[in-house]
């Protein structure tokens, strides 16, 4: 019967029709066919039941149709081979035939068969997933482009109405001033008392006054448009956020727009302040970007306390470094840092232009007044604490060109000696030696290359530590080389490590550490550890190791301090101890 009906016949689409259900679940339309009940053992369910990924009825019927010519097939194949009785409509193969389509498909037994079949059909349920996915995906992204075009566009009629507004301020702005000037040159001509002259200036400045407040005031009203009236994003913060009373809100006006103000008010400010101040609102930019001035508060002071005394004096000078370079290069170099009173007055050039902020109620306090300046202490860089060094332990070294064993072992000796960086990259092998059965670093000049040790108590031992032993420091010694830690690059002025500085100045960043933990904490963090110790260690030992001018400046003290004994030094180094610190082994042979 089915053989005798036109292919599109209204016929043929009933009965195809039937075969099937359309069913709609929420938005979307499902398609449901019900498995022949021979065929129910070998597929194990009753009916397929399959998402159609769409709310459109004729796209629906279109994907069910397809769907249901696939199944069709299986359910034919699945008959053809089947060891029960088909239904009466569909003939039964012979044997030969079964061995047939076997042998042409390479099948061994029936089992392989329904396999086969089964596979086709899970693949049939992958490919009707993908698709559904991909009409998902579709739609998204088209909803999203459709956003996007929205956004630019209303950004674009902003921009406009901005550029126009400016435009028709500027050309009144002019027309007031020429008016001004009419005016009073009426007034010169016109014969009156100076008393009455007095009167129509004071009346032409207040009128004068009046106009510039209400052009400021139209332009703050169009930042504010523009800022506010643009379509939300994604990023948008979906946290519930308190009520704000209409009257109370406030422009989000930049530290840049608040500087222009101060800088252009009335009277001008000298040349000078003007130029001192725009360098100091540059380096907080350059430090924490051009911030809304609300959002500027103590915290963020004292942040940017932290980043001047951190500085180097000759900030500036180098133009290739970053700002976070910049302090890594003075604390791993041990240069002189900005000084107290300069840090002061960046801090007093601030003060000013909030008290000009809070005169206008722009802002509700000045967070740069009533900070201590203790003008003999520089450089705020301090230990690290315990969870900053697990901190460290915990996260990996960046692939750069320092490997991560370089890495370790270097940050392994200034936390187990408190050697400066300088000293530990300029190491060499020679410079490992045994003295008195104590193996040591001996930290000494070496005039062919330019480079000695900071000062003239820097020229000294340094037992090393039995951790660093334990943990194979002494692998990192490889025959035919110069220096302990050979990957190491010496740059263009002949500094050897500034490669390690700002990949360590890079990955601190990444631990997002404060600006005031540097590689040279380490050395603070071991001067702390031994002045800490309940022992009989001696200030003048600690001073001798770290290669500190003596503490106590005694003729005793700067006379004998080379005799220290070898024994001592060795039990101050072995004197650092913490919890937990240390890298796992390293991979050098």
């Known amino acids: 019967m089915t ?87 569909t003939s039964t193969p012979s044997t030969q035939d079964s061995a047939n389509f076997m042998e042409k498909h390479g099948f061994k037994t029936k089992d392989d068969v329904y396999r ?43 921009r406009a109405l901005s ?14 001033n020429h008016m001004t000037a009419m005016t009073r040159k009426l007034i010169e001509a016109s014969h009156i008392s100076a008393a009455e002259k007095k009167g129509l200036e004071n009346e032409i400045k207040r009128l004068h006054e009046t106009l510039l407040s209400t052009f400021t005031k139209a332009l703050d009203s169009r930042s504010t448009a523009t800022e506010t009236s643009a379509p939300a994003t994604n990023e948008t913060d979906t946290k519930p956020k308190k009520a704000v009373s209409t009257s109370k809100t406030r ?70 470094l970053s700002l976070q370079e910049e302090i890594e290069r003075a604390a791993s170099h041990d240069v002189s840092t900005l000084s107290a009173k300069t840090v002061k007055n960046h801090f007093m050039r601030l003060s000013s232009l909030w008290n000009d902020l809070l005169r206008r109620d722009m802002v509700e306090k000045n967070p740069w007044g009533n900070w201590d300046f203790n003008l003999t202490k520089k450089n705020p860089r301090r230990a690290w604490t315990p969870e900053e060094m697990d901190k460290l332990l915990q996260t990996p070294w960046p692939l750069c060109s320092i490997p991560t064993d370089t890495f370790k072992g270097i940050t392994m000796i200034a936390a187990y000696s408190g050697m400066r960086l300088g000293e530990i990259c300029n190491l060499r092998n020679e410079d490992i030696q045994t003295i008195d059965g104590v193996p040591c670093f001996r930290i000494c000049a070496h005039p062919e290359d330019n480079w000695s040790p900071k000062t003239e108590a820097g020229d000294r031992l340094v037992p090393i530590h039995s951790t660093l032993l334990n943990w194979g420091i002494l692998n990192f010694q490889k025959t035919g080389e110069k220096y302990l830690f050979s990957e190491l690059k010496t740059s263009s002025d002949g500094t050897r490590g500034a ?25 603070h963090t071991v001067s702390t550890l031994l002045r800490n110790q309940n022992s009989d260690i001696r200030e003048i030992w600690i001073d ?37 610190f240390i890298f796992s082994k390293s991979g050098v042979s």
Do not use: C
């Open 251 to 320: 422009p989000a006006i930049l530290l840049t727009e608040a500087l222009e103000r101060f800088l252009n008010s009335k009277p001008a400010k000298s040349l000078e302040t003007q130029r001192d101040t725009s360098r100091t609102v540059a380096l907080f930019i350059e430090a924490f970007g051009n911030r809304p001035i609300r959002e500027i508060d103590g915290k963020v002071a004292g942040d940017f306390r932290d980043v001047l005394f951190s500085l180097p004096a000759s900030h500036g000078k180098t133009k290739n």
């Open 116 to 158: 086969a079949l089964l596979e086709k059909y899970q693949d049939m349920l992958a490919t009707q997933e993908t698709i559904r996915k991909n009409d998902v995906s579709s739609a998204e992204m088209a909803g999203q482009i459709k956003y996007y075009k929205s956004t630019m566009q209303h950004a674009h009629d902003v």
């Open 544 to 580: 001798a190791l770290l290669g500190h001018e003596a503490s106590h400046k005694s003729q005793g003290a700067t006379t004998y301090l080379s005799g220290i004994e070898i024994e001592n030094l060795k039990r101050t180094v072995e004197a650092i101890q913490y919890p937990s």
């Open 163 to 176: 550029a126009g507004i400016e435009k028709i301020i500027a050309v009144a702005l002019d027309s007031q």
């Open 3 to 89: 053989r005798n009906l036109r292919v599109g016949s209204p016929k043929l689409f009933s009965k195809i029709w039937r075969s099937f259900v359309l069913k709609q679940v929420g938005s979307r339309f499902h398609f449901r066919r019900v498995v022949p009940q021979a065929l129910r053992p070998i597929l194990g369910k009753s009916e397929i039941w399959i998402s159609l990924g769409t709310a459109g009825k004729v796209e629906a019927r279109r994907r069910a149709a397809e769907l249901h010519a696939q199944t069709s097939d299986v359910f034919r194949g699945l008959r053809s081979v089947s060891r029960s009785k088909p239904p009466s409509e």
């Open 499 to 523: 490669d390690f500085s700002r990949a360590f100045s890079r990955y601190k960043t990444m631990m997002v550490l404060p600006p005031a933990i540097t590689f040279h904490g380490f050395r």
